[in-house]
């Protein structure tokens, strides 16, 4: 599951998954950028993104811990 939330004043994206959905997104970022015509940076944004979605598959970055059901 990936889901993702604006942050305050729009300054950037918090992305949340878990493990698998952030390696597909790491690997999704990579070949975008690798077949885009238009995204030729090897240091660019694009990849920067890639990088941090890995830094967070690697456990190296906030792990927010689950909500707890609501009990009715």
Same mark, same amino acid.
């Not at 889901?3 to 949340?16: E, P, R, S």
């Not at 878990?18 to 390696?23: A, E, G, I, P, V």
């Given at each position: 599951? &990936? =889901?993702?939330? &604006? &942050? *305050?004043?729009? @300054?950037?994206?918090?992305?949340?998954? =878990?493990?698998?959905? +952030?390696?597909? &997104?790491h690997?999704? =970022?990579?070949?975008?950028? =690798? $077949?885009?015509p +238009?995204l030729?940076q090897d240091?660019g944004?694009?990849l920067? +993104? @890639?990088?941090?979605v $890995?830094k @967070?598959y690697?456990q190296?970055?906030e792990? +927010?811990?689950?909500? *707890? @059901?609501? *009990? *009715?």
């Amino acid at each position: 599951m &990936l =889901d993702y939330q &604006l &942050l *305050k004043n729009h @300054a950037g994206i918090l992305f949340v998954g =878990d493990y698998h959905s +952030l390696t597909e &997104l790491h690997e999704v =970022d990579h070949d975008v950028n =690798d $077949r885009s015509p +238009l995204l030729r940076q090897d240091d660019g944004p694009f990849l920067g +993104l @890639a990088y941090d979605v $890995r830094k @967070a598959y690697e456990q190296q970055r906030e792990i +927010l811990q689950p909500l *707890k @059901a609501s *009990k *009715k």
